[in-house]
C-alpha cells in the first residue's frame, strides 16, 4: 500500500517569511495530491491540490510542486501570515477495495510568529 | 447546503459502552469515509463506502461496524468501546473516489473512553 512520509513535524517561521513543507510516497502509480489545512479545534480543508500531468501548481500565496521521478511533491507558503497557522496534511492515493482512498502524511504543525 | 454534518460533537464513553456515531451529507455525493485522528498523526481511514448498500474497511476497522442504507447517511457504531478508541472521528464525503478529488469532512467528533 501507499506510505507517504511528511517532513518537518513542526515548523516555526516569522511572518512574511516562507514555509516549506516536503511530502514523499512510495507508489509510482500515485497520480492524484492534494493538501489539507486543519485549524486548531476545525475540519480538515483542501487548500491545493496537483495531478501527476503537472509539476507545478500556484493559488495566490500557495503553490505546491510534484517531482514524479523523485516520487516527492512539497507545498510552498510564501509571505506567510498568523492565519496561515495550522496543521498542514498531505495526502496521496493508494488502491483499497473497488476504490482508491487516500493516504495521509502525519502533518506538519506550522506557526507563523508575528 | 450544510455540507458533511457530524454528530454528537463530544462524548465521554465508560469502557464497554457502545455508540454510533452519526454523518449525514447534502451534497450528494456517492463516496463516504470515517477517520480516525490521534494527536500528532495524521488521518487513518476506518471505513468507506462507494454508495448506499456497499461498505468496505479502511486501514484501521477493528472495533467498528458502519451501514450505508441512504445516500446521506453514513453511521460509524462502536459496539464495545476500548481506551484505545479515544480519539477524533471525521466523517467525509466527495463525489467521486476520495483518491481523485478532493474530500469535504464534518467538523468531528471528540471520544473518549474511560
Known amino acids: 500500500g501507499e506510505n507517504v512520509e511528511q517532513h518537518p513535524s513542526t515548523l516555526s517561521v516569522q511572518e512574511g517569511d516562507s514555509a516549506v513543507i516536503k511530502c514523499t510516497y512510495s507508489?509510482?502509480?500515485?497520480?492524484?495530491f492534494p493538501w489539507y489545512k486543519q485549524e486548531l479545534g476545525k475540519r480538515p480543508q483542501l487548500i491545493i491540490d496537483i495531478r501527476s500531468n503537472v509539476g507545478e501548481k500556484k493559488d495566490q500565496r500557495i503553490a505546491v510542486t510534484l517531482n514524479k521521478t523523485a516520487k516527492h511533491f512539497s507545498l510552498h507558503i510564501t509571505e506567510t501570515q498568523p492565519e496561515d497557522s495550522a496543521v498542514y496534511f498531505c495526502a496521496a492515493p493508494r488502491p483499497s477495495g473497488s476504490a482508491r482512498q487516500l493516504t495521509f502524511g502525519s502533518g506538519t504543525q506550522l506557526t507563523v510568529l508575528p | 447546503n450544510a455540507g458533511v454534518t457530524q454528530t454528537p460533537k463530544f462524548r465521554i464513553l465508560k469502557i464497554g459502552q457502545s455508540m454510533t456515531l452519526q454523518c449525514t451529507q447534502d451534497m450528494n455525493h456517492n463516496y463516504m469515509y470515517w477517520y480516525r485522528q490521534d494527536p500528532g498523526m495524521g488521518l487513518k481511514l476506518i471505513y468507506y463506502s462507494v454508495g448506499a448498500g456497499i461498505t468496505d474497511k479502511g486501514e484501521v476497522p477493528n472495533g467498528y461496524n458502519v451501514s450505508r442504507s441512504t445516500t446521506e447517511d453514513f453511521p460509524l457504531r462502536l459496539e464495545l468501546a476500548a481506551p484505545s478508541q479515544t480519539s477524533v472521528y471525521f466523517c467525509?464525503?466527495?463525489?467521486?473516489?476520495?483518491?481523485?478529488?478532493?474530500?469535504?469532512f464534518g467538523q468531528g467528533t471528540r471520544l473518549t473512553v474511560v
Open positions: 467525509a464525503s466527495s463525489y467521486i473516489s476520495g483518491g481523485d478529488t478532493e474530500a469535504f
Open positions: 507508489d509510482s502509480a500515485s497520480n492524484y
